[in-house]
């Protein structure tokens, strides 16, 4: 969806939208969010799938040396939850009580991903129906790739949540230890992040509301 505006001096604001075409375009206003939204048409798309057959040999054209750690980024093994560990996420709040944010606007599309999304979680175990008191929204945020990357709204929970004080190491000092270097390494795990386990006893602080 294109739209076309001309540029004149108004000052601070960064756009100027009037009455007559708010009227004709009826976006929806997220006035929390600053945001528009365009609904689009309820449509049916039919597609026809075309089986392959699985891949014999997943290792080839990966150099022996990380055979080893194949099932690490394997399906299987990701749709497992992680043990606990020490340094689990804690949350300790500053006030007890309910925690409840209304739910955001969904397009056509989002809902079927979120559908999808649910389901996955739900069969691998790491979602679970909940009456929590503490209620948290969620929304997608749109990828380079075009896909969509479902996020939880927990900046009321982080309101209300005791802050870490640990100190975070300054860029200038990380990007020194890397001169001279001529060999770098990246890593791009799945979902590294979200494997990471809440606190036993803090899990009912983290659930997240859908419509």
């Avoid at 960064?14 to 945001?35: A, C, F, G, H, N």
């Avoid at 990966?62 to 299987?76: L, N, R, S, T």
């Avoid at 649910?118 to 945020?141: C, H, N, Q, T, W």
């Avoid at 004080?165 to 200038?172: C, E, V």
């Amino acid at each position: 969806m294109k739209y076309k505006f001309l540029v004149s001096p108004i000052g601070q604001h960064s756009t100027i939208l009037v009455i007559k075409w708010l009227e004709q375009e009826q976006p929806k206003i997220d006035w929390l969010l600053r945001q528009l939204s365009f609904p689009i048409p309820q449509s049916t798309l039919a597609f026809i799938a075309q089986e392959e057959e699985a891949d014999d040999n997943p290792l080839d054209g990966i150099p022996p040396q990380y055979h080893g750690f194949a099932k690490v980024f394997g399906e299987e093994e990701f749709n497992k939850l992680p043990p606990h560990w020490s340094y689990d996420i804690e949350i300790e709040l500053t006030e007890e009580g309910p925690l409840n944010s209304p739910l955001y606007s969904m397009t056509n599309a989002e809902s079927v991903t979120l559908k999808q999304w649910l389901e996955d979680k739900l069969k691998a175990g790491k979602i679970r129906p909940s009456k929590s008191p503490i209620l948290s929204p969620v929304m997608f945020v749109p990828k380079k790739d075009g896909s969509r990357c479902l996020v939880v709204d927990y900046w009321k929970l982080n309101s209300r949540s005791k802050k870490n004080a640990y100190p975070l190491p300054r860029p200038d000092n990380l990007m020194s230890k890397l001169q001279g270097a001529k060999l770098l390494t990246k890593l791009n795990l799945c979902w590294g992040y979200n494997n990471v386990r809440v606190k036993e006893g803090d899990k009912w602080k983290t659930t997240f509301r859908t419509k």
